[in-house]
């Protein structure tokens, strides 16, 4: 049914996320019940009603349920928005006035990576408010904002800009592209993890009726590609080995997906099985299996090492009163955003240009890797980036779709359209490395620290990806949170035959931060301080230079502890839980972009354009930041509209496509906000200069002493001497024709340190978060429901009140998967265990626990209007407080991630001989 209903009738609001009914991305109305139309057969559905989410509206407008999603906040990247809305819409034709515990039960099966339960809660909850109530642009009634700002738009809840179209299906994503003359192809991944590639035998699939055209490694260029210049190390296909399940051998495209699917079947490929090794640990001894032999700078299959030294640790720990150490493993997380990538690329013969639409984050690096590989100017190359349906890192770098897309496009003429499925996305992998970390952490006596030490190893898969920035972020994130006077890091990242491992929302620094924040626990508990005082006494303070060199500009951290600490009654809690009960702090943060280009370049980070319409009524904001569900589509009009002066739904966007917009390196390292925001600022500032000026002619007034607001110029002293804006508008587009502006950000230069590896962690700001939770452990089951949660975080100014509580809900939930349920199994033979939805489990709205978010009152002076990142700093505390929350309820630590409850009952029941003994 899902296939008829997106491919036959173009209803495309109708997602495809798993294919076997784990997401429910799919879901549509059959009779006014909710069902996964993956899971149908269309032949079954004769004489039955279908409802898609394009049926949901009437007419021009919204159905109130719609409405109440939009103003609550209730999407992000949108993806699982439509399948939400239509199980909702079950819900409530039964039961107008659902309580929570029915909606939880109600859309259990609809999945959102996002994590936007807590406002889907609230959007189905208050549904009724809006009936008979016309959408607009406004905050809602509840604003949901913290600070205190003086500002038009910037600081205001309005509503998302692309909520309309993501709540009615109208939002295209990469897969719901549909060409003239579009074809498709599909990809063949190694069903071994270690060999050489002894044959392939192509003929049979080259036979098949509506094949096109099949590739191996002589097919295409054979020039090495990857993320960092340092380690280019992956090939388009395999060229004479292969290095995990999945690596991908060959290609197929066919005039339809299904013939495709056959055909890549009758590829025939000879290997010859080589050893294998799977375990970090294992890989770096000498005689292990070498995943990359043919390069002598990976012996031992070290991909990156990392030696730093700070100070003088044996000094700091001679002075300690109290050492704490322990070893810590980390879990191999997936990403799974709901959307599978998806690329379509189109070859202009006539012209020799290429454009490509991509799932992808960071489009820029896309079109820089298209242009080097395939040695085509990138003036040649269009990429394009629709709606991203979730990234959080995994869709950050060129992909064997892109380019083998760009390939078939080339050989055919044609568009060509490539998708993983769930498996294989899975098996393209590039999560969050698995980190065996060894730290030691000392204090003085009144709870100071004196050193730290750490040694990781990471678990890299059989390719670089974003590797090596990852090694350096597991270390150079950890002085940037507390004065850590002495420090010391050694950091291996190893080849293994896995998939590779990349870059995943708080790159590097979640795993180190949980080691961290569980040994200030650990050292408090020995000195007799409570966990509060001792991260108070250490907490970084505003404009210092960190041990490693990095550069705090503003700094709350603090004011988050000390709003934590009052806020959820720590102090009587902390000693009046019963066992079973507990209550845990952590702490975290990231930077607001990175500091440095991923390759040299001395191009500006971000670039904006802002051109006004004819007759003043509009502007336009030309950006290629991606939209990946953070909110920058929402945030970024805020910031232009509120430094020209005008409404902000008087703002076009027109976003992520280079021949549209001007370059911007793209949605990575929670860069966005301060960067792009900077560059949109700027570009609008501009056009106000010349609006400025031609007001002070118009109206014979000094224009410095002039500002524009709310659509009006007026005299700063005297409101009342005024003019319309889109009125002098006109006038300067009619005596110098388009009236527009340009902006651009870089990062302040000369950031970071002088030594092997300083630039990565530099950034021009820093975010500081502190979370409280509140959980019960069943300590018969050991199993853990975390009850509340609580998040004070220093951003800066917070542009939206209701993206930035958004991104931090969405970040707890993400977290409290990370902590208690997932993890990427892998048998004895390479093999994934659960690269699916079924198997590898993420949260669900009925693990949704109570949050509280507040933005404590902060003010950046490198960001727009005071502004830095929330989307990633909000991530790393969640760890660390769920496992001291867990002791604080049970008495056992758990140093193992995920933290499950079969962990738990051991560990209990270790505990439990030990009293006896």
Request: glycine share 10%; aromatic share 8%; charged share 25%.
């Amino acid at each position: 049914l899902k296939q008829i209903i997106r491919d036959d009738l173009g209803l495309t609001g109708t997602k495809s996320g798993c294919d076997v009914g784990d997401c429910g991305a799919c879901s549509v109305l059959m009779d006014g019940k909710a069902v996964n139309s993956c899971l149908v057969l269309a032949a079954t559905c004769n004489g039955v009603e279908i409802k898609t989410i394009e049926g949901v509206a009437d007419g021009n407008d919204l159905h109130p349920l719609q409405k109440s999603f939009i103003k609550h906040g209730a999407l992000q990247c949108g993806f699982c928005t439509p399948g939400m809305i239509i199980s909702s819409l079950e819900l409530i034709e039964k039961n107008p006035a659902p309580e929570p515990a029915e909606i939880k039960k109600a859309l259990g099966g609809n999945l959102c990576r996002c994590g936007t339960y807590p406002r889907v809660m609230k959007a189905v909850g208050n549904w009724q408010k809006f009936e008979g109530v016309e959408l607009d642009t406004n905050p809602g009634e509840h604003d949901e904002r913290d600070q205190v700002r003086d500002h038009a738009v910037v600081g205001k809840g309005v509503t998302r800009y692309d909520g309309p179209n993501k709540v009615t299906g109208r939002e295209q994503y990469t897969a719901d592209l549909k060409l003239p003359g579009m074809v498709h192809g599909k990809l063949l991944g190694s069903p071994i993890a270690h060999g050489l590639v002894k044959s392939i035998d192509t003929s049979a699939a080259e036979a098949m009726p509506g094949v096109l055209a099949v590739i191996t490694a002589k097919d295409v260029p054979s020039k090495k590609y990857g993320v960092s210049p340092a380690r280019y190390d992956e090939n388009i296909l395999a060229i004479d080995r292969v290095r995990y399940v999945g690596d991908e051998v060959a290609a197929v495209v066919a005039e339809d997906e299904a013939t495709a699917e056959e055909a890549i079947k009758l590829i025939k490929v000879e290997y010859e099985p080589l050893p294998a090794v799977f375990d970090p640990r294992e890989a770096i001894k000498d005689g292990a299996p070498l995943i990359h032999p043919e390069e002598e700078k990976y012996a031992n299959n070290i991909n990156t090492r990392v030696e730093w030294h700070f100070g003088d640790v044996d000094k700091g720990f001679d002075e300690a009163e109290v050492i704490v150490e322990d070893t810590f493993i980390g879990n191999r997380t997936f990403q799974s955003p709901i959307e599978p990538h998806a690329a379509v690329a189109r070859w202009e013969h006539h012209a020799g240009k290429l454009t490509i639409w991509s799932s992808s984050m960071a489009p820029h690096y896309l079109r820089h890797m298209l242009s080097r590989i395939f040695d085509i100017p990138q003036g040649d190359i269009r990429t394009i980036s629709p709606s991203v349906g979730g990234g959080f890192g995994v869709k950050a770098e060129a992909t064997p779709l892109d380019l083998c897309a760009v390939v078939f496009a080339r050989m055919t003429g044609r568009p060509v359209m490539m998708k993983y499925s769930r498996e294989e996305m899975v098996h393209h992998f590039r999560g969050r490395h698995k980190q065996y970390i060894d730290m030691k952490l000392g204090l003085k006596k009144d709870g100071s620290i004196a050193a730290c030490q750490s040694h990781i190893l990471l678990d890299g898969g059989a390719y670089t990806s974003y590797g090596i920035v990852t090694a350096y972020y597991a270390g150079s994130m950890v002085p940037t949170l507390y004065n850590i006077p002495n420090y010391k890091y050694d950091g291996y990242r190893m080849y293994t035959n896995l998939p590779a491992s990349g870059a995943m929302r708080g790159h590097g620094v979640p795993q180190p931060r949980y080691a961290f924040e569980t040994l200030m626990d650990m050292a408090a508990e020995k000195l007799g301080l409570d966990p509060f005082d001792v991260r108070l006494k250490n907490a970084m303070q505003p404009d210092t230079l960190t041990c490693n060199d990095l550069d705090i500009s503003s700094c709350e951290f603090t004011a988050t502890l000390e709003q934590a600490r009052e806020f959820t009654e720590w102090d009587a809690k902390r000693k009046s839980l019963p066992r079973g009960k507990g209550i845990g702090v952590g702490c975290g943060g990231f930077v607001s972009g990175a500091g440095y280009p991923i390759y040299r370049s001395k191009f500006p980070h971000s670039n904006a354009l802002i051109r006004l319409s004819e007759d003043g009524m509009a502007a336009s904001l030309h950006i290629a930041a991606a939209e990946i569900g953070q909110g920058c589509n929402t945030i970024l009009p805020q910031i232009a509209a509120e430094e020209l002066g005008i409404p902000y739904n008087r703002i076009w966007l027109v976003e992520s496509d280079s021949v549209l917009a001007p370059t911007d390196l793209g949605s990575y390292s929670s860069r966005v906000t301060l960067m792009a925001g900077n560059a949109v600022r700027m570009a609008a500032a501009e056009v106000k200069v010349k609006l400025l000026k031609m007001a002070g002619e118009m109206l014979g007034c000094d224009p410095h002493g002039m500002e524009a607001r709310d659509g009006k110029i007026f005299v700063t002293q005297h409101a009342e001497v005024s003019i319309a804006w889109d009125e002098v508008a006109r006038k300067v587009f009619s005596r110098g024709g388009p009236v527009t502006g340009t902006g651009h950000y870089s990062p302040p230069p000369g950031l970071g340190g002088k030594y092997k590896g300083a630039a990565v962690g530099t950034s021009p700001a820093y975010s500081f978060s502190t979370a409280v939770c509140e959980v019960t452990v069943d300590l018969e089951t050991g199993y853990v429901d975390v009850d509340r949660f609580y998040d004070f975080s220093d951003s800066g100014t917070v542009i939206n009140p209701v993206t930035f509580h958004g991104q931090v809900e969405g970040g707890i939930i993400m977290g409290l998967g990370e902590t208690l349920m997932e993890d990427t199994l892998v048998r004895p033979d390479g093999s994934l265990v659960n690269p699916d939805l079924h198997g590898y489990l993420v949260p669900t709205i009925a693990e949704s626990p109570q949050i509280t978010s507040k933005a404590v009152e902060s003010y950046e002076p490198r960001g727009p209007f005071g502004a830095k990142e929330i989307g990633e700093g909000c991530l790393p505390p969640i760890l660390g407080a769920i496992g001291n929350a867990i002791y604080d309820a049970c008495g056992v630590r758990i140093t193992e991630l995920p933290i499950t409850p079969e962990k738990i009952l051991n560990a209990l029941k270790k505990q439990k001989e030990e009293n006896r003994g």
